[in-house]
């Protein structure tokens, strides 16, 4: 099944313990991309990939990254989590970054930094 | 100015009855797309329907229509005989060249939440 995956759904830290969020996704898409939604906010894009080795900062990017050392894998880094960056992710992959294609999203993670 | 502004943060309707969620956007490009997202309760995204700038039809797919008027730049949903099940959060969005010239961005409305009463 064509998907794209995010672990874990859930997660409570405390502020400061790096983590990471993984997102893998199967359907070979050379686009991915990490969004943040927080309420009346919409999702806003934190960073993108284009492809292998090439990732850029969206609209969010302070404190976080990422990497994109394979195709199917975009990992999101927090080195050092605040409160400020509660709220619920998503991962997205789309075949190539074109206008009209529309991203496959991961189900989503919910991080709760206190 | 919001690039995507989805000015109805919650809409409550009973069942059975028509409603219509508003987007308005805003761009310098000529060349562009539109999107629906449906997130239920469960949390995913859903992609609903996709619209390209130079078709201004409107299109219907069962209870569901979108009519787009790019002398508006406006992309509304609407939901007919809306039911239970359609509550969730809707989210309108763009997708444009970015400024910078480095590939394309789908930018994102706040989302209205419907909710839908028996």
């Known amino acids: 099944e064509a998907q794209v995956t995010q672990n874990p759904r859930y997660l409570i830290t405390v502020t400061g313990k790096k983590l990471t969020v993984t997102c893998s996704q199967n359907m070979n898409h050379e686009y991915m991309s990490w969004y943040r939604q927080d309420p009346g906010l919409g999702l806003r894009q934190i960073y993108y990939?284009?492809?292998?080795?090439?990732?850029d900062k969206g609209d969010v990017p302070e404190g976080y990254k990422v990497s994109r050392k394979e195709k199917r894998n975009f990992p999101l880094i927090l080195e050092s989590p605040s409160p400020n960056q509660t709220s619920l992710y998503f991962c997205?992959?789309?075949?190539?970054?074109?206008?009209?294609?529309?991203?496959?999203f991961g189900d989503g993670t919910r991080l709760s930094i206190l | 100015a919001q690039k995507v502004t989805q000015a109805q943060t919650e809409i409550s309707v009973v069942e059975k009855e028509d409603v219509t969620l508003d987007c308005v956007y805003e761009t310098r490009d000529t060349t562009y797309y539109l999107f629906w997202y449906k997130q239920p309760p469960s949390g995913e995204l859903v992609f609903l329907i996709r619209?390209?700038?130079?078709?201004?039809q409107n299109e219907i797919s069962g209870r569901y229509s979108w009519n787009f008027q790019k002398s508006t730049s406006s992309f509304n949903f609407t939901i007919t005989a809306s039911q239970v099940v359609d509550s969730a959060v809707y989210f309108c969005?763009?997708?444009?060249?970015?400024?910078?010239?480095?590939?394309?961005?789908?930018?994102f409305g706040g989302g209205t939440r419907l909710m839908v009463k028996p």
């Open positions: 990939s284009m492809n292998v080795e090439v990732t």
């Open positions: 997205a992959s789309s075949l190539y970054n074109t206008l009209n294609q529309p991203q496959h």
């Open positions: 969005a763009l997708s444009e060249a970015r400024e910078s010239n480095a590939g394309n961005m789908l930018t």
């Open positions: 619209r390209n700038s130079f078709d201004e």
